[in-house]
């Protein structure tokens, strides 16, 4: 099964956002990313529609952030892209007639609430701007790349 990248895609593409002077092109953001300008497109416009971000038309348009990054965590991010359940595992038979199916079941589901929730809350601690700062730190102790 393939993993679902938004995220972590649109994660990267804010904190270069966030460094950058001026907007970004869906292009630029396509060449980035490795992928096609419309997806770009089609993806942000949740970032858009969230407040996260902002798009100006014409020359010397593009994306650009819209929210203070203290605000937004990557939970928020991760809504605003239409982020799948975070967990693909659960069981067949909603419903099952089987006792061993059920007690199964009901085992899977807890364990997969908690974890869930778990996530969730860490997701929902960790902000933008924290992330902009650990990027910041990072450049600073070595000479990486900013891509």
């Given at each position: 099964m393939r993993?679902?990248?938004?995220?972590?895609?649109?994660?990267?593409?804010?904190?270069h956002m966030?460094r950058?002077?001026?907007?970004?092109?869906?292009?630029?953001?396509?060449?980035?990313?490795?992928?096609?300008?419309?997806?770009?497109?089609?993806?942000?416009a949740?970032l858009?529609?969230?407040g996260?971000?902002?798009?100006?038309?014409?020359?010397?348009?593009?994306?650009?952030?819209a929210?203070d990054l203290?605000?937004v965590?990557?939970?928020?991010v991760?809504?605003?892209?239409?982020?799948?359940?975070?967990?693909?595992?659960?069981?067949?038979?909603?419903n099952?007639?089987?006792a061993?199916?059920?007690v199964?079941?009901?085992?899977?589901e807890?364990a997969?609430?908690e974890?869930?929730?778990?996530?969730?809350a860490?997701?929902?601690?960790?902000?933008?701007?924290?992330?902009?700062?650990?990027?910041?730190?990072?450049?600073r102790?070595?000479?990486?790349p900013?891509?």
């Amino acid at each position: 099964m393939r993993n679902d990248s938004r995220l972590s895609r649109m994660l990267h593409v804010l904190l270069h956002m966030a460094r950058h002077d001026g907007p970004m092109t869906s292009e630029a953001i396509a060449r980035m990313l490795g992928t096609n300008p419309v997806v770009v497109r089609r993806t942000m416009a949740g970032l858009r529609d969230a407040g996260y971000v902002r798009s100006e038309k014409g020359h010397g348009g593009g994306w650009a952030i819209a929210a203070d990054l203290e605000q937004v965590s990557l939970l928020d991010v991760h809504r605003a892209v239409g982020g799948p359940r975070l967990f693909a595992i659960g069981s067949e038979h909603a419903n099952p007639d089987c006792a061993v199916e059920k007690v199964v079941n009901e085992a899977l589901e807890d364990a997969l609430r908690e974890a869930e929730a778990q996530l969730i809350a860490r997701l929902g601690a960790v902000s933008l701007a924290e992330l902009a700062r650990s990027f910041d730190a990072r450049c600073r102790s070595a000479s990486w790349p900013a891509d």
